[in-house]
């Protein structure tokens, strides 16, 4: 039976490192009857949190996968749930699974507000025009304010938050929650999870208060819905309870308002109501855009509707290896459909392959299905060539969707395996790693020979030689961290490089002139540009240039580092009819490359993290003259008023922006000034250039290293 799309949910659960989203997750299924026990983070019972790394942190690493059912109204729904990370470091999680999805529930902390990794989640659903709702949760905590978070949410992220429930007390008085739509109050019953809950009567202390935000919720709406703002100036009366949750359903999905519910995951209240706003609210897949992609055969642009009838079309957003089935490709289907057993074609490859066994997840167990439909999330194994942001469709029809940008990483450390008979282990594991997250790269550092892997921060690396020394049961040796610089060119040079050589018989010949120069954004890589008229050199020649220029990119003339960004410009040259060939010019591509960029004036360019730092006020001065000695730059200082931080009311956020070179091992100093009591977190913000004088100790630390490791090695 083909299934109705208008009660299919695809979401996304994102928010701020210890926001309670794992928490959140875990009362879902177990009020949807997934679970009939509720697993706790901090018992590292948590079901989504299923890696042994994620247990004992307590924290959330891998984009986790489920699905469960909810009735809503006497209709079935069924919700394909993505519980996300919140740690900075495994920002990649929140990017791929932002592209799959259809709605997003934000969670936000209702004693800390809107925090720095808040803002990101919600500038990548901005990205990716993902319709979100918000929920504020720890309601039960000492110094909770649900409507200044609300406020916090209007200011800090410029989104027209609407209230759709007044809490009923704060902290351990948090009992219930009136409902600004129908105008009744809730309290839940302790005795049973929260699984019931009873009408009362609007308090009568609250009842001024719900007036005035059901009031602000109707003008609201009527902004955006002619149908509410006539009713509301005209005949107020009519304005039934469906009138309202309708024209939130509509102005939710066109991003219009962000309704905002608020409870307590960990105490059980407040999550029934969240599920069924995600019903209510959220769109199917049926209301969402149709996928737009490309023809890769003649390039024109293909679009695809959410239909089982529609030729198949399907993106891969995350790659994973499981011990017992092998490698699970997880992807959504935009149209059409596939059994188990079909074949699909894979648009970056150009390969058909099989599609063994299709799954249903739920965190890391599998349920087997026998065919995945239109709007659905689930996992496949039989690929062998297989990456994130891959497209799968039907041959007879292919189409490329867009792929998925991911950052670049900024931290890298040297390793070694502790026995050398590891070394093709080591190789084995890193692949299988690096398959699964596009954050993490290897490269063998060209100066030392040493194997430098680079990732998101420090926790990330920590983690990835976790899994190596469990998973691949390969011990390494490991440097201390080392910041991922890159290179840039300040000037634009033209250079002409003739290459030729003879060795009796066929030699080799090359001849180019071309102009180096910056590229025009940062982070753009190499832009080629070929002026050559009247075939000065072939046609056929000119992808070996690119090819040679795009390999000396990876290793930049001051320190070996990759260049940033750059534009090249064949203007002319020329060829041996017998000793020239695409390899002759390859190598001139290179040599050209190599001396040119050093004619730029080439500078180094530093990753700068964007720092928030919460501490007493007592210790503002010690912090601001420590981060000014870390070459920082404070942008801005905020008074948070608080009870839960210390006795102190008087807690201030500084937000700055330090180079990472300069902040290792900054929690430590952090304590040591604030005697324990301030907190800091950070995420990458964007390349500067390095100052001259730090430059110059940075080539001058790594020539020094480089002549030692040559002297031991004589």
Avoid at 66 to 89: R, S
Avoid at 150 to 169: D, E, T, W, Y
Avoid at 287 to 301: D, L, R, S, Y
Wanted: hydrophobic letters at 35%; proline letters at 4%.
């Amino acid at each position: 039976m083909a299934k109705n799309l208008r009660y299919t949910r695809n979401i996304g659960i994102a928010a701020h490192i210890d926001a309670g989203k794992t928490t959140t997750t875990e009362r879902i299924l177990f009020y949807t009857g997934i679970n009939h026990k509720i697993g706790e983070v901090h018992d590292g019972a948590a079901t989504m949190d299923w890696m042994l790394q994620e247990q004992e942190r307590g924290i959330t690493i891998t984009s986790a996968a489920t699905c469960c059912e909810w009735t809503y109204k006497k209709n079935k729904y069924q919700i394909n749930i993505i519980d996300t990370p919140g740690h900075v470091d495994f920002t990649v999680e929140v990017e791929r699974s932002m592209r799959v999805l259809d709605g997003m529930v934000v969670l936000f902390s209702a004693v800390d507000g809107v925090e720095p990794q808040s803002e990101t989640v919600w500038r990548q659903a901005d990205k990716y025009h993902i319709p979100r709702i918000a929920f504020v949760n720890k309601m039960d905590r000492q110094g909770a304010d649900f409507l200044d978070v609300c406020l916090q949410i209007q200011k800090m992220l410029g989104a027209n938050s609407v209230p759709l429930q007044i809490p009923i007390g704060s902290g351990e008085n948090f009992i219930g929650v009136v409902d600004l739509i129908s105008n009744k109050a809730i309290v839940w019953d302790d005795s049973n999870y929260g699984m019931t809950y009873k009408e009362v009567p609007v308090p009568y202390k609250m009842k001024n208060i719900v007036n005035d935000y059901h009031h602000k919720l109707i003008e609201s709406l009527s902004e955006h819905d002619d149908t509410i703002m006539e009713k509301f100036l005209y005949d107020n009366s009519s304005l039934s309870e469906e009138d309202i949750i309708s024209s939130l359903h509509k102005n939710t999905i066109k991003m219009k308002v962000i309704p905002i519910l608020c409870g307590s995951s960990f105490k059980n209240k407040g999550v029934q109501a969240m599920l069924d706003a995600i019903c209510r609210y959220l769109p199917s897949p049926l209301e969402v855009k149709n996928i737009v992609g490309i023809n890769p055969i003649n390039q024109m642009k293909v679009t695809r509707k959410p239909s089982d009838n529609e030729p198949f079309s399907a993106l891969a957003f995350k790659i994973a290896s499981d011990p017992f089935v092998g490698r699970l490709a997880f992807f959504r289907v935009y149209s059409g459909k596939i059994n188990s057993g079909s074949y699909s074609f894979n648009t970056r490859s150009g390969n058909k392959e099989r599609i063994s066994r299709i799954y249903q997840m739920h965190a890391n167990k599998q349920n087997p299905i026998s065919e995945i439909g239109a709007g659905d999330i689930a996992a496949v194994v039989g690929f062998k060539d297989i990456k994130t942001g891959d497209t799968l469709c039907d041959e007879k029809f292919p189409i490329l969707l867009e792929d998925i940008s991911f950052p670049d990483p900024v931290i890298g450390i040297a390793i070694e395996p502790k026995l050398k008979s590891d070394i093709d282990r080591m190789s084995f594991a890193l692949s299988k790693l690096m398959e699964e997250d596009p954050t993490f790269q290897v490269r063998t550092d060209n100066y030392t020979g040493q194997i430098i892997i680079s990732g998101m921060g420090e926790l990330h690396l920590e983690i990835i030689l976790d899994r190596m020394k469990r998973e691949f049961k390969v011990e390494v040796n490991q440097g201390n961290p080392q910041v991922e610089y890159k290179e840039a060119l300040k000037n634009s040079v033209e250079h002409r490089e003739v290459y030729k050589k003879q060795t009796g018989g066929k030699g080799k010949f090359a001849d180019i002139l071309f102009r180096l120069e910056p590229g025009k954004n940062k982070g753009s890589g190499l832009e080629f540009v070929n002026k050559i008229k009247g075939g000065n050199i072939p046609k056929e020649f000119i992808p070996s240039i690119k090819k040679g220029c795009q390999e000396m990119m990876k290793s930049g003339p001051l320190s070996g580092y990759e260049i940033d960004s750059a534009k090249i410009t064949i203007l002319d040259g020329s060829y041996h009819p017998v000793d020239s060939d695409q390899l002759s010019f390859e190598i001139a591509g290179k040599l050209g490359f190599k001396k040119a960029a050093k004619k730029t004036k080439p500078i180094l360019l530093e990753p700068i993290m964007k720092l928030e730092v919460i501490i007493p006020e007592e210790n503002m001065g010690d912090i601001i003259g420590d981060l000014n000695r870390r070459r920082g730059i404070v942008q801005n200082m905020i008074n948070r008023s608080s009870s839960h931080h210390t006795n102190n009311n008087n807690i201030k956020v500084i937000q700055a922006l330090v180079p990472l070179s300069e902040i290792f091992g900054y929690v430590t100093t952090l304590r040591t000034f604030s005697s324990g009591r301030g907190t800091s977190s950070m995420e990458f913000s964007h390349y500067e250039e390095v100052p001259l004088n730090i430059t110059n100790s940075i080539i001058g630390i790594e020539k020094n290293s480089l002549h030692d490791k040559k002297k031991s090695r004589k």
